[in-house]
């Protein structure tokens, strides 16, 4: 996602809506910008602690760390996140659902914020409260940057095209052009504390997070 040299970077994946793969997709992005030559940090807002799971497993199975990763289960944590990004080309924050007062301090400090969806009318619906939070964040800083990222998207349907049109009403929030499908080794992966590129490196759950790694890039960096 960024490369050694350019300015750092603080990306946060959120949704208040849970069950949309906020986790997979930060774990995903770290991977990729760590491939780069990046020092990454991946910081766990969500109580339950997923990212952490995940990396104590890959621990437990004698996997060299890919990344630093840390917890943060608190509710106010714009102070903590920008003292422990410090050290780090890239911080990606893997956001918890249910706490507005979470998401709003996430916005105090984050660049860029990611908001996963899936194919479903209750997940378009959901997602008017972030972009109302992203919203009120950018009367303080306007340079904060916020799109949608399709997600478990069901292969062969045309529902995520759908979707993708009716998020578009939102015109001050863009989708990303690359979207994630449902696949199994994102599971299979995650069981080992892997990622899809570790686990098929060939396959197409592999190529997917490049090809939305790269359109966020570019998104990051569009004027």
């Not at 860029?112 to 950018?138: E, F, H, K, N, T």
């Not at 994630?180 to 992966?189: A, D, E």
């Amino acid at each position: 996602m960024l490369s050694v040299g350019e300015s750092a970077l603080i990306l946060a994946v959120v949704n208040q809506k849970g069950g949309v793969g906020k986790t997979t997709l930060a774990v995903h992005l770290a991977a990729e910008a760590a491939k780069s030559g990046a020092k990454v940090l991946l910081i766990d807002v969500d109580p339950q602690g997923s990212v952490l799971a995940w990396t104590q497993e890959r621990e437990s199975r004698g996997h060299e760390p890919l990344f630093a990763a840390a917890g943060l289960p608190k509710k106010l944590v714009h102070k903590d996140i920008a003292k422990l990004a410090e050290p780090y080309d890239v911080t990606i924050i893997d956001g918890p659902p249910r706490s507005d007062e979470t998401a709003k301090s996430i916005t105090i400090c984050a660049d860029v914020m990611l908001i996963p969806v899936q194919p479903s009318p209750y997940d378009v619906w959901a997602s008017a409260d972030i972009v109302g939070i992203c919203r009120v964040a950018r009367i303080y800083r306007p340079e904060i940057k916020a799109a949608f990222v399709l997600n478990r998207v069901i292969p062969g349907t045309r529902i995520g095209a759908e979707v993708r049109d009716v998020l578009a009403e939102y015109d001050d929030v863009p989708v990303i052009s690359a979207a994630i499908h449902q696949r199994v080794v994102f599971g299979n992966s995650a069981k080992e504390g892997r990622t899809v590129a570790e686990v098929e490196p060939g396959g197409l759950a592999a190529t997917e997070i490049r090809q939305l790694n790269a359109a966020i890039l570019e998104f990051v960096h569009a004027s």
